[in-house]
């Protein structure tokens, strides 16, 4: 078994993941990300099987993380860690989705950790299920409005309205971005846009790649592995990585 542990704090990080070095020591620790943005581009990267996430982290907070992974074809189990005894985290404590109160006591940690070893070995519960409860915890998080993506074309710097872009894609140095009339290239990366924009618009599905749903046309099935998304009036064709064939299985 293999698990990230995201916080951006050091010492509640360290101390959980001293905790459970004590009460699982199989279990491999393949991530201690910093921040919401760096979990949700580890998780990509490393595929655990676990992620235990802070709630309130800057950039992605761990509710958002968790209704993003929720998407993936194969998502993780979900353990939250917070310092708040919020009582609509104790829903779940005997569900699908479990919580840990910071500082971590080991007595309760291992309630957990029997928990996740026991839904291993079931069924997982659907994305939609999983979606269903997460959605219960998110409308208390409030999100500014997406400020305009600013590019430099020449000596002009050009204001792109997020729901004029087409479609995101990265690579090793800048974020290309295409857009209603023409294509900029930024220095922003790729993960920290996805911290500013709608989830509900703008769907990753591929770790380069993130495009806005309303110009999909559709996804076709290469082979058995392999997928492209077309686009409303425009020719080229982008990569779903396996993670993201999920998000498209018809009605």
Wanted: include cysteine; glycine fraction near 4%.
């Amino acid at each position: 078994m293999r698990a990230l542990i995201a916080d951006d704090e050091e010492g509640p990080r360290e101390q959980l993941a001293a905790a459970l070095a004590r009460l699982w020591p199989e279990l491999q620790i393949v991530a201690r990300s910093e921040n919401g943005i760096d979990a949700w581009d580890d998780a990509l990267a490393l595929e655990p099987d676990i992620c235990f996430l802070d709630i309130r982290m800057p950039g992605l907070t761990g509710l958002d993380v968790a209704q993003r992974l929720a998407r993936l074809s194969e998502p993780p189990q979900l353990v939250f860690v917070t310092a708040y005894g919020d009582h609509a985290l104790t829903a779940f404590e005997a569900g699908a989705i479990d919580y840990v109160l910071k500082p971590v006591d080991d007595a309760r940690l291992a309630q957990t950790v029997a928990r996740l070893r026991n839904r291993q070995a079931a069924a997982q519960p659907s994305a939609q299920a999983m979606q269903a409860l997460l959605q219960q915890l998110l409308p208390a998080v409030q999100r500014p409005p997406a400020r305009p993506i600013q590019a430099s074309l020449g000596r002009e710097i050009k204001l792109i309205a997020p729901e004029e872009v087409i479609y995101f894609e990265s690579d090793s140095r800048y974020t290309r971005v295409v857009f209603e009339g023409g294509e900029a290239l930024i220095r922003t990366p790729l993960k920290e846009l996805l911290a500013t924009l709608d989830g509900a618009q703008f769907w990753q599905v591929h770790r380069s790649v993130l495009v806005n749903s309303r110009h999909i046309a559709s996804a076709l099935r290469v082979d058995e592995n392999s997928m492209q998304l077309t686009l409303k009036g425009r020719e080229e064709r982008l990569p779903v990585s396996r993670q993201f064939q999920s998000l498209f299985k018809g009605q």
